[in-house]
């Protein structure tokens, strides 16, 4: 270090670039904003588009599990009932399954009582994109579409969607969020489709889909966007058992049968297996029984949630997807964070009936940090709501 | 560039006849005796005697960009994972894999650890550095920023304004770190 008069700042002193790079290239996700306040330059790049493509090239971005979570109502332990007297409010959580870290991010100043109900989440290229749900005081459906871009750290405002729409379903593909379905202000089932261009801070309307589906769910199969079941505006809650199929390369939807239990409801609750076909996440390990949801975090690892009986705590469990159906998946236990269990975390309770009638929700995501999509049979982001059902 | 490993003597024979040994030295001077398997783990040894055909048993290597105590450290890695390999040929048993390079990485200093990424870079082991980088990585992880400065001999080149608006920015960041 005799030379102080250095004109070009390694990344690392001593270290040629290449290998500078290959070390900040593999810090996890979670001691990004640590690194970012180390210096000028590891900020720069930290923040730059290019690190997260390089990150992503050499496949050290992850997925990160991003939960809706009730954040009100004290440390109680989470047995639901609490909460759905007082009124909880709705925050983001995201869980990082490599270095097990718990995390929550701040949310925009637009929404000062937290989450709208049943907003969506879609993880896409590197951000998290909430949209739509409904204003957590008046009930109203609300159209903001707010972007959390995970390199900086900070969330920007989208255009807001072109319609009001609920319980539709999303997916995202490359730069692109892709939503349908739904229902609009008047409770009237929707065949509608739109896409979300992230770069362009654009919305383009898809072409219709061969049916309504009303609480349908979303999952994005290679190179296709899947609108799983849903009903149609005069048979509310009877959910079928097709799926409306697009094509993001033809532009074009296909009608595919059979391939959800028909009358199960979908949000939240279907899951890509690795032949890629669908699945539901109850029963999925026969210990993890109530409200079971849950997303897949790639190489084919799972995050899910549920309780072990009526009634009993939420838990929080990660495992191997297992491709022979009869295995299903092997899931383990793990810790909360401090204030990520408390606060009911879970947002629904183990008694499913009581709550049948009330606004009762929780969303989950890949929020990805990452959207690593290998192998061709993964399941996009999914979110929503879970086993609810609305009014 | 071939990939004739090694040419036609050595791999199919050697594990009947007495174990191979190729000569490798060190920046200061020192000539160790690797066995093949293990020197061949080495990228840039491998070349070496894959290229040219003139080489022999005799043949001392030189590599002056890696120091005794580096070559120590990378030699005792990549034997311990030879003998992995020889053990169990299909599958590493990846439980050991992880305790050894646990207790591995356990014994080596910061400054220890960025030598040996240097060395690995140059002897061009891709595996070793791969791995070495990532202990690197988590060396600094849950750190303080402090830390990860100290740790790299990074220069802090913040203005104290903007620091103290990055403090305020990622506040949360700055808290719950682990002890120094």
Request: hydrophobic content about 35%; proline content about 4%.
């Given at each position: ?35 970012s ?15 997260y ?19 009100s109502?004290?440390?109680k332990e ?16 995201v ?25 969506q ?8 994109v ?34 009001k ?29 739109w ?103 790639g ?7 549920g ?5 009993a705590?939420n838990g929080?469990?990660v ?51 990452d ?5 061709g ?12 059902t609305?009014? | ?6 040419s ?12 191979k040994?190729?000569?490798?030295k ?62 169990m ?33 140059y ?18 992880e ?39």
């Amino acid at each position: 270090m005799e030379n102080r008069s250095v004109e070009f700042t390694e990344l690392i002193p001593r270290l040629p670039e290449e290998l500078g790079l290959e070390c900040l290239t593999r810090l996890p996700y979670a001691a990004h904003r640590v690194a970012s306040g180390v210096c000028r330059r590891w900020r720069d790049l930290i923040r730059s588009r290019d690190f997260y493509y390089h990150r992503k090239q050499f496949r050290y971005t992850r997925k990160v599990a991003c939960l809706v979570q009730a954040v009100s109502g004290g440390s109680k332990e989470s047995d639901g009932r609490k909460l759905v007297c007082g009124s909880p409010s709705y925050g983001l959580t995201v869980f990082d399954p490599v270095g097990g870290v718990w995390d929550r991010i701040d949310l925009v100043d637009e929404y000062p009582n937290g989450l709208p109900l049943f907003c969506q989440l879609a993880g896409c290229e590197g951000k998290l994109v909430v949209m739509g749900g409904w204003d957590p005081v008046s009930y109203d459906p609300v159209t903001g579409v707010f972007v959390f871009d995970f390199a900086l750290g900070r969330w920007t405002r989208g255009k807001d969607m072109p319609a009001k729409m609920s319980f539709f379903a999303v997916g995202s593909y490359a730069d692109r969020v892709y939503v349908a379905g739904g229902h609009d202000e008047n409770k009237n089932a929707l065949r509608t489709g739109w896409v979300y261009d992230l770069t362009q801070d654009d919305w383009t309307e898809l072409p219709r889909m061969s049916r309504e589906r009303d609480e349908c769910e979303g999952a994005v199969i290679g190179e296709e966007f899947w609108v799983v079941s849903g009903y149609g505006t005069d048979n509310q809650g009877s959910f079928d058992g097709s799926a409306d199929v697009y094509n993001f390369i033809s532009g074009q939807w296909r009608r595919v049968e059979r391939v959800w239990e028909p009358g199960r409801c979908p949000r939240s609750n279907v899951v890509v297996d690795r032949d890629g076909k669908l699945t539901s996440w109850s029963g999925l390990d026969p210990s993890v029984k109530v409200g079971t949801c849950g997303l897949t975090l790639g190489d084919g690892r799972v995050f899910v949630t549920g309780s072990e009986y009526q009634g009993a705590p939420n838990g929080f469990y990660v495992g191997e997807m297992v491709i022979k159906e009869d295995e299903k998946v092997k899931l383990d236990k793990i810790q909360v964070g401090d204030g990520f269990s408390g606060n009911g975390v879970v947002v629904r309770s183990g008694d499913e009936q009581q709550h049948r009638s009330r606004r009762w929700w929780r969303g989950i995501g890949v929020g990805e940090e990452d959207t690593e999509r290998d192998g061709g049979a993964e399941l996009g982001p999914t979110s929503g709501l879970l086993g609810g059902t609305q009014g | 560039m071939s990939s004739s490993i090694a040419s036609s003597s050595s791999s199919s024979s050697s594990s009947s006849k007495k174990e191979k040994k190729i000569s490798l030295k060190t920046s200061d001077g020192e000539v160790f005796e690797v066995e093949e398997p293990v020197a061949m783990q080495l990228e840039i040894v491998r070349s070496f005697f894959a290229d040219n055909e003139d080489v022999t048993e005799q043949t001392v290597m030189p590599l002056p960009n890696v120091s005794t105590a580096a070559m120590h450290g990378i030699l005792e890695y990549c034997r311990a994972h030879e003998e992995f390999r020889r053990r169990m040929p299909e599958a590493a048993p990846e439980e050991e894999v992880r305790a050894f390079e646990a207790g591995y990485v356990d014994r080596k200093s910061n400054e220890e650890l960025k030598e040996m990424i240097l060395a690995a870079n140059y002897l061009n082991i891709s595996k070793l550095l791969d791995f070495l980088t990532g202990v690197a990585a988590k060396r600094i992880e849950n750190k303080s920023v402090e830390y990860v400065r100290a740790f790299f001999g990074v220069e802090n080149d913040f203005t104290p304004e903007e620091e103290a608006n990055l403090r305020r920015e990622y506040e949360w960041a700055f808290e719950g770190v682990d002890e120094d």
